[in-house]
């Protein structure tokens, strides 16, 4: 690679809108990881025909790799939703169900639907839908990928996190989970023990109800936020909130493979 195009591979990354991460490489693939064992085998197949030698986990991180190809720009606003501070549930599902500009919700049910019913999808497209799905069911357990627009989900709340300067977001995104110092594989055996009754009862909500569910506790971690650059103990915020992101990514795993096995299975 030219200097020419190091400096614009680095400037497009800069650029891109930090709200459209999630989770980070490490969460995204501890929720493939565990979506990947409650697949059926007529799904495992139809993925392996699409993904060839990539698996959910390494296929999870492509929806943010790819931000730095500007053809693919029109993707960023595909990995979030926007709802507003103290909305009610009748609120955000009738707004959510009339929107239309491209957001988490609505490009998430269009490629479900494509992947279902067209069968003339192209092989290029199915790889890319089958990429951002197992992508955008991950960010949408981030519960900051269904916060509040104004402040950009968490990203312009600025804090202290012991003594480095980071943002709300980005504690949820990051900071929380690389805290316990797992693999995506030891960080998925661990949080991956769960009921016949639990996956049931998780594969029951619908997209609404995940994006609330989220929101919900976006809003009760925006409570606790008294002052900007407040500083944070993280041995204290670790403990009070780590198994709050965990338990969304392990729903996320079972809600990621019982919406695939819906496609495919």
Do not use: C
Not at 24 to 48: N, W
Not at 88 to 112: C, G, H, Q, R, W
Not at 125 to 131: A, E
Request: glycine share 4%; charged share 20%; proline share 2%.
């Amino acid at each position: 690679m030219n200097i020419k195009k190091h400096i614009l591979f680095i400037a497009l990354a800069v650029y891109l809108p930090v709200q459209t991460m999630a989770w980070g490489q490490l969460g995204h693939r501890v929720v493939a990881q565990i979506a990947d064992s409650y697949l059926t085998p007529k799904t495992r197949l139809a993925l392996e025909k699409i993904l060839g030698n990539e698996s959910l986990a390494m296929a999870a991180n492509w929806a943010d790799f790819i931000k730095s190809d500007p053809n693919y720009r029109y993707l960023s606003s595909w990995h979030y939703v926007d709802l507003k501070a103290g909305e009610s549930f009748a609120d955000a599902k009738a707004y959510l169900e009339k929107d239309t500009v491209p957001n988490a919700y609505n490009k998430l049910n269009f490629m479900i639907r494509e992947l279902k019913t067209n069968k003339l999808l192209s092989a290029d497209k199915k790889l890319l839908y089958v990429r951002m799905i197992i992508h955008i069911v991950g960010d949408l357990h981030q519960p900051f990928h269904a916060g509040r627009a104004d402040d950009q989900g968490g990203n312009k709340i600025q804090l202290m996190w012991g003594n480095e300067q980071t943002n709300l977001h980005s504690i949820w995104d990051t900071k929380l989970i690389e805290s316990q110092q797992y693999s995506y594989t030891e960080y998925a055996n661990n949080l991956n023990h769960t009921t016949a009754a639990q996956r049931a009862e998780w594969q029951k909500a619908d997209l609404v109800q995940i994006i609330w569910e989220s929101n919900q506790i976006a809003e009760s971690v925006y409570n606790e936020v008294k002052e900007p650059n407040q500083k944070l103990n993280t041995y204290n915020y670790v403990f009070a909130h780590i198994h709050t992101a965990e338990e969304q990514m392990l729903k996320g795993g079972v809600r990621l493979a019982g919406i695939l096995n819906s496609i495919f299975g």
